[in-house]
């Protein structure tokens, strides 16, 4: 019996701190992302160069 209330106490519990916990999450997370959009995004793929063909001066195609 003794189970079944410590159980009960530990659902009314996290009842009642849930919303709080969910409001606070879904804060942080729109905190965190308005943070983001003020920044310039960092590249960090690689570089594509452009391949090209050397031509003497005397040479015409």
Do not use: C, N, Q
């Not at 997370?29 to 050397?54: A, C, I, N």
């Amino acid at each position: 019996m003794a189970i079944v209330r410590i159980l009960m106490a530990v659902v009314m519990t996290l009842g009642r701190l849930l919303p709080f916990l969910i409001v606070g999450v879904l804060l942080f997370l729109l905190w965190r992302r308005s943070v983001r959009r003020g920044k310039d995004p960092e590249f960090k793929g690689p570089v594509y160069t452009v391949d090209y063909e050397e031509v003497e001066d005397g040479e015409e195609e």
